[in-house]
């Protein structure tokens, strides 16, 4: 058996989380490759060492001096160093860094930084071997990993190693240069070794204590998924829940790696299983709720639309003529409606209204702005009678006008328009009907 676990920024942030760290990785011998993220924050203003990096490298670009703000980063390791009793010295390393920075080797170079003295310190913590990402992640020239040839050569690689640290966040290009994954990409790098190594499970350790059914930010204390799987995640992650690094998920998934999110503040606690699919019903009927805000919706009418083949494929293509894409397409007898993301299509209105125009004809063609789509995901409606109708009838209660509804054929997931107003109220009572209620 063995486990990729990677940690996130905050989870390696002091010398305090390290102990943590090292206590969860020791307790279990099968935790083999770990994968750190940059210091991250240690209280709420704390400054993660990645943004004070990005910081550095363009201060280095402007030709300003950006020693004092390099020596605030050395800093913020030597807290970690001293506080864990090491004897590690990264005097060179930022020499180094301090050097190359003037030859103004790009942002990446700046940024990976962060997670290469991380890893350094904490391999040296756990007597772990350090394998330094860029020489076992490629990146084509177009930006995208090279997914064979890096798993070649983390197979390679580790296949040597028993235990080792692989920093999170980068690789490099065939030419040594290093690139990021874009923010939070250090998801993606654990993602990538546990595919590689055919890993039994990827543990990604954060400080939450899962997948919440809901945002926390509007439902207090919200409850954890127990067990979600990868359609489910993708579905609620589109629509703005966030926990992982959306390009985390292919390479366990497409491997059948199974994904642990855990809480490095409450190890004891068994946090969100994501897999591949279950035969575990989940506890609430629905798996978990998403929404955004900021959508508008364009109603085009035409009598015996029905009947004119091609329309909607004529009022499609003004969209994506003018490159935008849409959300969701609702439609009736003689009606269809688009709903798209306002802002972007602010910019473009007039020219899509007359696009529609001349491509249709329509009777009436109305628009509506500031609206909100929920999802309300759960692979557990398939099988349960009443579950739209418990929805609508806790929107009604709760004085929510609905605009829209749209449940897709694979039955995962309803999709409702409100009014950016009601959104939060029609969230809470969703959660309510379905979660408060049976607790
Ligand atoms: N340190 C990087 C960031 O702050 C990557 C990561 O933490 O995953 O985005």
Redesign the pocket.
């Known amino acids: 058996m063995k486990k990729v676990v990677k940690f996130?920024?905050s989870s390696l942030a002091s010398p305090e989380q390290f102990r943590k760290v090292g206590k969860i990785i020791k307790e279990e011998d099968t935790r083999r490759y770990v994968i750190p993220?940059?210091p991250?924050k240690r209280y709420a203003k704390d400054i993660?060492v990645?943004d004070m990096l990005y910081q550095c490298y363009d201060m280095a670009e402007r030709g300003e001096a950006f020693e004092a703000l390099l020596n605030k980063i050395q800093d913020r390791y030597e807290e970690i160093i001293q506080g864990l009793g090491l004897e590690l010295s990264l005097q060179e390393e930022f020499r180094v860094i301090a050097e190359t920075l003037k030859k103004k080797p790009g942002r990446d170079y700046a940024?990976s930084r962060?997670?290469y003295l991380n890893g350094r310190v904490l391999a040296e913590y756990l007597g772990f071997a350090f394998v330094d990402a860029a020489e076992i992640i490629l990146f084509r020239e177009d930006g995208i990993v090279d997914m064979d040839q890096t798993g070649e050569m983390i197979r390679n690689c580790l296949s040597q190693k028993e235990y080792a640290v692989i920093p999170?966040?980068y690789g490099a290009f065939k030419d040594g240069t290093i690139k990021t994954f874009s923010?939070?990409?250090?998801?993606v790098t654990g993602s990538l070794v546990a595919g590689a190594i055919y890993a039994d499970m990827y543990e990604n350790w954060t400080d939450v204590s899962g997948f919440l059914v809901a945002d926390p930010r509007i439902i207090n204390n919200p409850e954890v998924i127990e067990t979600i799987t990868y359609r489910e995640l993708r579905e609620l992650a589109y629509m703005g829940a966030s926990v992982l690094?959306e390009e985390a998920i292919f390479p366990v998934r497409r491997a059948g790696i199974p994904i642990n999110i855990r809480n490095t503040n409450m190890p004891e606690e068994k946090g969100t299983m994501i897999v591949e699919s279950t035969c575990r019903k989940s506890k609430y009927t629905i798996t978990g709720i998403a929404g955004k805000k900021g959508f508008a919706s364009i109603n085009v009418d035409k009598d015996l639309m029905n009947s004119e083949i091609g329309f909607c494929r004529r009022v499609l293509s003004v969209f994506e003529d003018n490159g935008l894409s849409f959300e969701h397409m609702p439609s009736g007898i003689d009606t269809m409606t688009i709903f798209v993301n306002q802002s972007e299509f602010e910019e473009k209105e007039q020219q899509v209204i007359s696009g529609i125009h001349r491509a249709v004809q329509p009777d009436v063609l109305e628009m509506e702005s500031d609206l909100a789509l929920i999802a309300v995901v759960g692979r557990g409606m398939r099988e349960t009678r009443g579950t739209a109708g418990r929805i609508f009838s806790a929107l009604a209660h709760a004085r929510v006008n609905v605009k829209m509804i749209d449940q897709g054929s694979s039955e995962l997931n309803v999709i409702i328009g409100v009014k950016n107003r009601d959104f939060e109220t029609a969230i809470q009572a969703i959660y309510d009907i379905f979660v408060t209620a049976r607790l």
Do not use: L
């Open positions: 996130g920024g993220s940059a991250g993660k990645t940024a962060g997670e999170g966040f923010r939070g990409g250090s998801d690094h």
